[in-house]
Structure formats: structure tokens, C-alpha cells
């Protein structure tokens, strides 16, 4: 069985890969402002927090993978509850069960707002809505998905942005 603790451990990587991403995009918008390309300390610190990120980030996908997919054929109905209920309890999955619902509770969630504005809710969860009902996409786990798309999304900006700052040391080789 799992703990609470385990289960946040989804939200805890994401955070920290946000924050590491957020910080890499800075770092690499700071070293192309400069003047210099000798300056290189900028671009390692940044192209090393980058690798770090993206590692949290794989692991956040692993994490929700493990917590979030389907559960294993030999598990009884009981413990497929049990960890479904430890999920909602940690804020994990949500408990709507209606696209309504899921846009009111994902707006009140100040974990999500760290992410993702009230905008970019609305326009997921009506993506969402249109996506054909294929039965693999559960709606509780919509803001794991959504957490991991920003972070995905993220991490690509980041990885243009050292792209752009490599170009900019081969231009000026010294």
C-alpha cells in the first residue's frame, strides 16, 4: 500500500522540476544578454540545472505511471479503492466527475496555480472535452496531465533557449 506521502511525491518532483526549468530559462536569457561568450559560467550553470530538470521531470512521469495507471490485475477492488482514496486525500486526482466540476475544483487549486493560469484550465479541460471518450483518459487525473504538458512544454523552452546559447559560443569562438 502506498503512503500519502509517496502519493504527493508526484506533486513534490514537479515543483522542484518547475522551479529548476524556470531558473535554467532565466540563466540562458541572462548569458545571451551578455556581451561576452568568455563568460561561459552562466551557460554551464544553466546547461546543468537543464539536465537535473529534465531528469525530475522523467521521474515525475515515472512517479505518476506507477501512482496513476492502471492498477495491477492481481489487486483486489479493495486496494484499487484504498489507493484511489489516498489520491484524492493527497490532492492528487481530483474528485469531480464533470468537466464543470473539474474547472471549478482545478481553479481553487493553489498547487495548480503554480503551474497553470485560469486561462490555460479552461482551455485544457476543453480540449479535453473533445478528445473521443476512449475510456483509457480518466478526468481525475487531468491535472497530473496538466502539470506534466506545462512541464513538458517547459523544458522544451529551455532546451531552445541553451540551443540558441550554443550557437551563440560557436559564433564567437575565443
Do not use: H
Not at 33 to 62: C, V
Amino acid at each position: 500500500m502506498i503512503d500519502s506521502g509517496a502519493a504527493k511525491s508526484i506533486l513534490i518532483k514537479a515543483r522542484k522540476s518547475r522551479d529548476e526549468l524556470n531558473e535554467v530559462i532565466c540563466l540562458f536569457k541572462e548569458f545571451l544578454s551578455l556581451d561576452r561568450s568568455r563568460d561561459l559560467t552562466k551557460y554551464y550553470l544553466a546547461r546543468n540545472l537543464l539536465q537535473e530538470g529534465l531528469k525530475l521531470l522523467a521521474e515525475t512521469i515515472q512517479e505518476a505511471k506507477k501512482f496513476l495507471g492502471p492498477p495491477p490485475e492481481y489487486a483486489s477492488v479493495e486496494i484499487n479503492l484504498a489507493r484511489e482514496q489516498l489520491l484524492q486525500v493527497s490532492r492528487v486526482i481530483l474528485q469531480s466527475r464533470s468537466l464543470e466540476d473539474a474547472e471549478v475544483e482545478l481553479r481553487a487549486d493553489e498547487f495548480l496555480k503554480l503551474f497553470v493560469n485560469a486561462d490555460e484550465i479552461s482551455a485544457y479541460l476543453q480540449a479535453a472535452g473533445k478528445e473521443p471518450a476512449t475510456g483509457r483518459r480518466k478526468l481525475c487525473n487531468i491535472k497530473v496531465r496538466m502539470i506534466i504538458d506545462k512541464l513538458i512544454s517547459l523544458g522544451n523552452e529551455a532546451q531552445e533557449w541553451q540551443k540558441r546559447s550554443r550557437e551563440k559560443i560557436q559564433a564567437n569562438p575565443s
